[in-house]
């Protein structure tokens, strides 16, 4: 099956996998000194909404609210602009607000709106702003009570997830490696990886080559050279990996209505490693499973 544009991959944009008439593949960028600079900036700008927006998750808030405040913020108090708003990959209608908010079984793309928060729920949070013409991607996720073990421990493992996969990022290693090292981690934990969405090359353009799938097999896929920049965004549920779209064109939920979790950084390909672009003083650190 022939992957798909955006950072998505096989089905949900299988409204979009109707034969391409066009050839829209296209080359992994990479970044100049400058362009990092200005990568940097649109990094920390998304990782500073999210720390923002943290004190305002709690029971009562909803999600449209949410969406609200972190609008405000980019546009007035950052001068950033939502790359979430309007943006309309092929095969899609608009997403019509600012910031994804999936909640509990929701994968991904949840669209903010009336939904009360309640305690014991687990939302992640995704923003990505433009600045300067770069963008900038990441997601956390957040209890806005107390959360129940297992969430917890999803939220833990996915967490753990994400910094596995961005630690093997250096020159030479490929895709697969990043993919494999995540999958494992998962399933190790009895979890299984949602293979419809993946992460992806950021830049001028939000979704850009390559996509960076969260399994694979060791050696195989791209090799990663200095000066790529591209998201690590691993989706992982508590049952199976099976996934559904909502009928709002935009929401992915787990088919079996398991619990998800997901984290998101923008990383950089370096000389010797790797830098995570989207960091700011809320950011949690790595875990200790990475140091
Ligand atoms: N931020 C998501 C990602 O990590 C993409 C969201 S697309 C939107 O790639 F339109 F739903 F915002
Ligand atoms: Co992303
Ligand atoms: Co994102």
């Known amino acids: 099956m022939p992957p798909e544009r955006y950072s998505r991959i096989l089905t949900p944009f299988s409204k979009a996998l109707r034969k391409p008439k066009v050839d829209r593949s296209m080359a992994v960028t990479l970044k100049t000194p400058d362009e990092i600079e200005k990568m940097r900036l649109a990094g920390r700008f998304a990782s500073e909404v999210l720390d923002f927006i943290a004190p305002y998750v709690k029971p009562g808030v909803t999600t449209g609210k949410l969406n609200d405040l972190c609008h405000a913020y980019m546009i007035n108090e950052q001068g950033t602009v939502p790359a979430p708003l309007n943006y309309a990959p092929p095969g899609y209608k608009p997403f019509p607000k600012s910031i994804c908010t999936s909640v509990n079984h929701q994968v991904c793309h949840g669209i903010p709106g009336e939904r009360v928060l309640k305690p014991s729920d687990v939302l992640n949070i995704d923003v990505t702003v433009i600045k300067d013409g770069f963008h900038g991607d990441s997601s956390r996720m957040y209890y806005v009570g107390e959360p129940s073990i297992q969430a917890r421990r999803l939220c833990d493992v996915t967490y753990e ?22 999958q494992a981690h998962a399933e190790k934990h009895g979890y299984s990886i949602v293979r419809e969405f993946c992460g992806h090359g950021i830049g001028r353009k939000f979704h850009e080559d390559p996509q960076v799938l969260h399994y694979g097999k060791p050696g195989t896929g791209l090799q990663l050279e200095e000066g790529m920049t591209f998201t690590v965004e691993p989706m992982i549920n508590a049952g199976k990996p099976a996934i559904r779209e909502l009928s709002d064109g935009w929401t992915i939920v787990t088919k079996d209505h398991s619990l998800s979790a997901q984290w998101e950084h923008t990383v950089l390909v370096t000389h010797d490693g790797y830098d995570v672009l989207t960091r700011s003083a809320g950011a949690p650190p790595p875990p200790p499973v990475i140091s």
């Open 161 to 182: 997830c994400m910094w596995i996969g961005i630690a093997r990022v250096r020159p030479g290693t490929r895709l697969g490696d990043i993919g494999a090292a995540i």
